[in-house]
């Protein structure tokens, strides 16, 4: 017996990846319920092959339901997510509602799938931070090596990290630098096309941004709460995928062919790391892909045991979607979830 799997904010970037990644990947769903807001609802959205009739979520009704993958804001999953769990439902949300939630597990399953089962608490499960993600997949098997004491990370991250008015903005500005327009900014704080901004999400007092706040005490809570992490996180005129430059200190030696080697064998990672012009990855080439991409691993020379690297990831994706349904498939496959029985 298959499953019934609800996707929430399915008119959105993420929503529309969930549902294609849901059909690429065979996902075992007997049914598939695209919902969203009442204004959206009789949209159609593409479902493999198929197409889905948009519902709202306002008036559904969930008892048969046994996964919500929720994507629609962290308003709405605030509202909505625990009414939906009170149902019986696994919700596993993408927003950053209950991540650092004591009794909600935040997974990434290359990393720390058995912590899955924690959902039963409140039958919901978090899913990271996009730079999180991609993050903490390059770094797990190298923690398990060396063991991570700090990290330094700066990100550079897509517009399509903010939503489709953020890709719309950039799309627009380009437009109207080449026609000589004005360019005109609405999404963001400065003009992103063209140009970084050195701001994601709100100052906190420390003059840190949320952002980087959040890959901080993400990582320490799906990786090891020891691990000291710092972070700058920039907005760059890419649409698609994050890029990071990573430096790491460890408490034991670990060199770059170590290093490289625990990660062409690791779980999610793509080694691509040719010491010539063009061998490494960028956003092009991870856009649309499943993997973490890792590139240019060598050792620091100015710390004790230090590595850095340049990791790549299509954040709409791993950063999102794929993970949310890896996540449901790592419930299936640890029998941890059964499929409702079907009314006759």
């Given at each position: 017996?298959?499953?019934?799997?609800?996707?929430?904010?399915?008119?959105?970037?993420?929503?529309?990846?969930?549902?294609?990644?849901?059909?690429?990947?065979?996902?075992?769903?007997?049914?598939?319920?695209?919902?969203?807001?009442?204004?959206?609802?009789?949209?159609?959205?593409?479902?493999?092959?198929?197409?889905?009739?948009?519902?709202?979520?306002?008036?559904?009704?969930?008892?048969?339901?046994?996964?919500?993958?929720?994507?629609?804001?962290?308003?709405?999953?605030?509202?909505?997510?625990?009414?939906?769990?009170?149902?019986?439902?696994?919700?596993?949300?993408?927003?950053?509602?209950?991540?650092?939630?004591?009794?909600?597990?935040?997974?990434?399953?290359?990393?720390?799938?058995?912590?899955?089962?924690?959902?039963?608490?409140?039958?919901?499960?978090?899913?990271?931070?996009?730079?999180?993600?991609?993050?903490?997949?390059?770094?797990?098997?190298?923690?398990?090596k060396a063991t991570i004491r700090r990290v330094v990370?700066?990100?550079?991250?897509?517009?399509?990290?903010?939503?489709?008015?953020?890709?719309?903005?950039?799309?627009?500005?380009?437009?109207?630098?080449?026609?000589?327009?004005?360019?005109?900014?609405?999404?963001?704080?400065?003009?992103?096309?063209?140009?970084?901004?050195?701001?994601?999400?709100?100052?906190?007092?420390?003059?840190?941004?949320?952002?980087?706040?959040?890959?901080?005490?993400?990582?320490?809570?799906?990786?090891?709460?020891?691990?000291?992490?710092?972070?700058?996180?920039?907005?760059?005129?890419?649409?698609?995928?994050?890029?990071?430059?990573?430096?790491?200190?460890?408490?034991?030696?670990?060199?770059?062919?170590?290093?490289?080697?625990?990660?062409?064998?690791?779980?999610?990672?793509?080694?691509?790391?040719?010491?010539?012009?063009?061998?490494?990855?960028?956003?092009?080439?991870?856009?649309?892909?499943?993997?973490?991409?890792?590139?240019?691993?060598?050792?620091?020379?100015?710390?004790?045991?230090?590595?850095?690297?340049?990791?790549?990831?299509?954040?709409?994706?791993?950063?999102?979607?794929?993970?949310?349904?890896?996540?449901?498939?790592?419930?299936?496959?640890?029998?941890?979830?059964?499929?409702?029985?079907?009314?006759?």
């Amino acid at each position: 017996m298959g499953y019934k799997v609800a996707v929430v904010g399915a008119t959105g970037n993420v929503g529309r990846e969930m549902l294609g990644i849901l059909a690429e990947r065979r996902f075992p769903a007997d049914e598939v319920v695209a919902l969203a807001s009442r204004r959206s609802q009789g949209l159609e959205v593409s479902f493999g092959d198929a197409t889905l009739k948009v519902k709202a979520l306002e008036n559904y009704d969930f008892s048969d339901v046994d996964i919500c993958l929720m994507s629609a804001g962290g308003a709405v999953s605030k509202e909505w997510s625990p009414k939906i769990a009170a149902q019986g439902v696994v919700v596993i949300d993408n927003s950053s509602t209950w991540r650092m939630d004591p009794d909600v597990p935040l997974i990434v399953p290359e990393v720390n799938a058995d912590a899955v089962a924690g959902f039963r608490k409140k039958g919901i499960i978090a899913n990271p931070n996009c730079s999180t993600a991609q993050l903490v997949v390059a770094l797990k098997p190298l923690h398990d090596k060396a063991t991570i004491r700090r990290v330094v990370v700066s990100t550079y991250q897509s517009v399509s990290g903010a939503g489709k008015d953020a890709m719309d903005e950039l799309d627009r500005q380009t437009k109207a630098i080449y026609t000589l327009q004005d360019v005109e900014a609405k999404k963001f704080p400065k003009r992103i096309a063209f140009n970084l901004i050195p701001q994601i999400d709100v100052f906190m007092e420390d003059g840190f941004t949320k952002e980087e706040w959040k890959m901080n005490v993400e990582t320490r809570k799906i990786l090891d709460p020891k691990i000291r992490l710092t972070a700058t996180c920039v907005r760059v005129p890419v649409f698609i995928s994050h890029s990071e430059s990573v430096n790491i200190e460890f408490e034991n030696p670990i060199t770059a062919d170590e290093a490289r080697e625990l990660l062409r064998t690791a779980p999610g990672c793509l080694v691509i790391d040719k010491h010539e012009p063009g061998g490494y990855a960028t956003p092009y080439e991870a856009t649309g892909e499943d993997a973490t991409y890792i590139s240019r691993i060598r050792e620091d020379a100015t710390v004790e045991n230090g590595l850095a690297f340049w990791c790549v990831s299509d954040n709409l994706r791993k950063g999102a979607a794929l993970n949310a349904i890896q996540i449901a498939e790592c419930l299936i496959n640890r029998k941890l979830i059964t499929a409702k029985k079907k009314a006759a």
